[in-house]
T-cell receptor, first 114, second 112 residues
């Protein structure tokens, strides 16, 4: 069973505030990912990381930023939240190695910007 | 480019009936394929995966999927639906060695 945690689970915040969504995993996985998912919609990759000090932008443009200072931690930051950022944010991780491509997901953070 | 197409945004079945959720893939290289399930207000949970071994893959909760190269399909089935199976199901394919591309999802509705 994968252990990947996200906090907070739910966040309601006003426009213009800075927020950080936390994601941690205890499996020692090298690769980590952030997805954005609107209700009833598909997942869109917004950021990923292959290891410490490695971050890349995903397929969907996002105003958020990420950092990877420790293997187990991959936080996502929005400097100035806007209503258009309202969505569910899912964090995932996966192992390195041939054939180990499945990703393990956290429970998600549902963000509402008012 | 690798992609998956899930046919039917909603599938409704009665409890005890066969569940069939369709997924077709497009890939220029032998694909690795996955099915995930998402319950309300939760993350995605891996149901099963195809990694070029057996073409019939068995997963958790009684689900299975068959990889058919000739049809570029990886449909998900379960012989008898339970109320607890009601959820959103996503098919995914590997892109390169590092990323997954997900389908648009199929919501399974199970009626008593």
């Amino acid at each position: 069973e994968a252990d990947i945690y996200q906090t907070p689970r739910y966040l309601v915040i006003g426009t213009g505030k800075k927020i950080t969504l936390e994601c941690s995993q205890t499996m020692g996985h090298d690769k980590m990912y952030w997805y954005q998912q609107d209700p009833g919609m598909e997942l869109h990759l917004i950021h990923y990381s292959y290891g410490v000090n490695s971050t890349e932008k995903g397929d969907l443009s996002s105003e958020s930023t990420v950092s990877r200072i420790r293997t187990e931690h991959f936080p996502l930051t929005l400097e100035s939240a806007r209503p258009s950022h309202t969505s569910q944010y899912l964090c995932a991780s996966s192992e390195s190695g041939t054939g180990r491509y499945e990703q393990y997901f956290g429970p998600g953070t549902r963000l509402t910007v008012t | 480019a690798q992609s998956v197409t899930q046919l039917g945004s909603h599938v409704s079945v009665s409890e005890g009936a066969l569940v069939l959720l369709r997924c077709n893939y497009s890939s220029s290289v032998p694909p690795y394929l996955f099915w995930y399930v998402q319950y309300p207000n939760q993350g995605l949970q891996l149901l099963l995966k195809y990694t070029s071994a057996a073409t019939l893959v068995k997963g958790i909760n009684g689900f299975e999927a068959e990889f058919k190269k000739s049809e570029t399909s990886f449909h998900l089935t379960k012989p008898s639906a339970h109320m607890s199976d009601a959820a959103e199901y996503f098919c995914a394919v590997t892109v390169g060695f590092q990323k997954l591309v997900f389908g648009t999802g199929t919501r399974l509705l199970v009626s008593p």
